[in-house]
């Protein structure tokens, strides 16, 4: 049914979106200092938590206006986010800057656990719902008694990731910060020769991985209106799978890659059996890495000799 497809669609484009967000994330870390950082699911699950307090409080102080309550809960939930993504990489990753691959791989799995087990004991273990905060949508067109709805939810979702992803294109690609973590990826130690700050880039990239991840907890939070402590590890094998997917170390791979997983996940759940999407997922994983191990949009990686 042509109606139900497109609704699907929109379903889909609006979870990859989020996908998207998270996994920008996973690649601008591995992209700087060749790992992923596994607590970055969590990160985002803190910042879901951080949001419905941050609701719930402007609620409390008699704030009603929604676009108002929205940028002052996204100020807040990148504002104290950053501060976790700075936490992750001063805690997990400078110390085992110099030691083997798996030591820092243990200690952020580590720091996840940490971080699911801080959530549930300071929050509970219970789901926080808020009241919803954007209702309706604009009805699209109708087909066969079937109506097409695009919620307001869902173009917010869309329109911001769309933003944040031109946004963070031109700050890697055109600005001297980029130009500073692109030195940083090719080689650290001639990157320091040259008086950039291979720590404070580092930092910085954690910090905007984690803004990333903020922004993406504040939209699903108004989207489903309810959170939970251990959504930050089912949405960060997701987006993990998406930045691999698209091709680990790209931006647009890793938009793309979560677009891909959001709309097989919709549509999968539509047509066929939703107890089986997340098989779906990880079975394209599975045949994207046997044919082309690089990702959709990644490169093969040179060794340097």
């Known amino acids: 049914m042509l109606a139900h497809a497109f609704q699907q669609l929109i379903n889909g484009l609006a979870l990859g979106s989020v996908y998207g967000l998270i996994a920008i994330g996973y690649t601008m870390v591995y992209g700087i200092i060749g790992m992923i950082n596994f607590a970055h699911g969590d990160i985002y699950m803190v910042s879901a938590f951080i949001a419905v307090t941050s609701f719930t409080l402007l609620a409390a102080l008699g704030i009603t206006s929604v676009p108002l309550a929205l940028l002052i809960v996204l100020v807040v939930a990148i504002a104290l986010t950053s501060a976790y993504g700075w936490s992750v990489e001063r805690i997990a990753y400078r110390p085992l800057r110099s030691a083997p691959r798996l030591a820092p791989l243990i200690s952020a799995i580590g720091m996840s656990i940490f ?121 960060g094998i997701k987006a993990f799978t998406a930045a691999v997917l698209g091709g680990v170390g790209s931006l647009p791979g890793a938009m793309l890659g979560g677009l891909i997983i959001g709309l097989l996940e919709a549509f999968w759940a539509a047509y066929l059996s939703p107890e089986y999407k997340d098989v779906a997922t990880f079975a394209i994983l599975i045949l994207v890495l046997m044919f082309r191990p690089s990702g959709l949009l990644g490169r093969p990686e040179v060794e340097k000799v």
């Open 115 to 235: 971080l699911q087990n801080m959530v549930q004991v300071t929050q509970g273990a219970r789901v926080k719902p808020i009241p919803p905060l954007l209702t309706g949508g604009i009805d699209l067109f109708t087909h066969d008694g079937v109506t097409v709805s695009f919620a307001y939810s869902q173009m917010l979702i869309i329109v911001v990731t769309l933003a944040l992803m031109l946004g963070f294109t031109y700050l890697i690609t055109r600005t001297s910060f980029g130009r500073q973590q692109r030195a940083c990826e090719q080689d650290r130690t001639m990157t320091a020769l040259l008086g950039i700050n291979v720590d404070r880039t580092i930092s910085l990239t954690f910090m905007i991985g984690a803004a990333l991840a903020a922004v993406a907890g504040v939209l699903v939070t108004v989207y489903y209106g309810v959170v939970d402590f251990y959504i930050g590890f089912v949405a």
